[in-house]
T-cell receptor, first 112, second 115 residues
Framework: KAGVTQTPRYLIKTRGQQVTLSCSPISGHRSVSWYQQTPGQGLQFLFEYFSETQRNKGNFPGRFSGRQFSNSRSEMNVSTLELGDSALYLC???????????FGSGTQLSVL | GESVGLHLPTLSVQEGDNSIINCAYSNSASDYFIWYKQESGKGPQFIIDIRSNMDKRQGQRVTVLLNKTVKHLSLQIAATQPGDSAVYFCAENIGGRTSYDKVIFGPGTSLSVIP
């Protein structure tokens, strides 16, 4: 079974731009969660989607948004990028065992 | 964003010794706890989990202990090997077993194994 796939692997943007990251979950998994990882703040929860609905959200500004498609693939978008948005963005999917997350390798975003 | 802390504790152990990594969790209502291992350049990888109705669970070379009274988790790794060198995160699902997934991670502990 293929794991969680995130694209792109690396991304460089400038302040003020927007970015869209993509995540394909493990086949059959309907829950997709997104996390931001930085050295100073650790792993921070962004949001979780299930069957195209956002079920939960972390404490991030509205510039961070996401969506999930009918095939469970998910995207997250960050608008008006700031230097502080530079981070590793991780996507994880889970199946019936709620909370047991399977992570992708992440997208490393650098904002210049 | 939500996070438990800023400081990344480090632990150095001799190869072959046992390792114990500790974690304090935040939510008394959490009923599911997980340990993850993250190697450089990779996403976190599931190691072992435990439900709140248990206080101990064993896997292959790993044991998780849960003390709900003091909201404490520990991960014990037996006969630590160089391949165990990584950052270890404890996590709690505050969404609840029958509800949504909201898995919150601790700050992590960096484990270094000395050959």
């Amino acid at each position: 079974k293929a794991g969680v796939t995130q694209t792109p692997r690396y991304l460089i943007k400038t302040r003020g731009q927007q970015v869209t990251l993509s995540c394909s979950p493990i086949s059959g998994h309907r829950s997709v969660s997104w996390y931001q990882q930085t050295p100073g703040q650790g792993l921070q929860f962004l949001f979780e989607y299930f069957s195209e609905t956002q079920r939960n959200k972390g404490n991030f500004p509205g510039r961070f948004s996401g969506r999930q498609f009918s095939n469970s693939r998910s995207e997250m978008n960050v608008s008006t990028l700031e230097l502080g948005d530079s981070a590793l963005y991780l996507c994880a999917s889970s199946g019936h065992e709620g909370g047991k997350l399977f992570f992708g390798s992440g997208t490393q975003l650098s904002v210049l | 964003g939500e996070s438990v802390g800023l400081h990344l504790p480090t632990l150095s152990v001799q190869e072959g010794d046992n390792s114990i990594i500790n974690c304090a969790y935040s939510n008394s209502a959490s009923d599911y706890f997980i340990w993850y291992k993250q190697e450089s350049g990779k996403g976190p990888q599931f190691i072992i989990d435990i439900r709140s109705n248990m206080d101990k669970r064993q896997g292959q070379r790993v044991t998780v202990l849960l003390n709900k009274t003091v909201k404490h988790l520990s991960l014990q790794i037996a006969a630590t090997q160089p391949g165990d060198s990584a950052v270890y995160f404890c996590a709690e699902n505050i969404g609840g077993r029958t509800s949504y997934d909201k898995v919150i991670f601790g700050p992590g502990t960096s484990l270094s194994v000395i050959p």
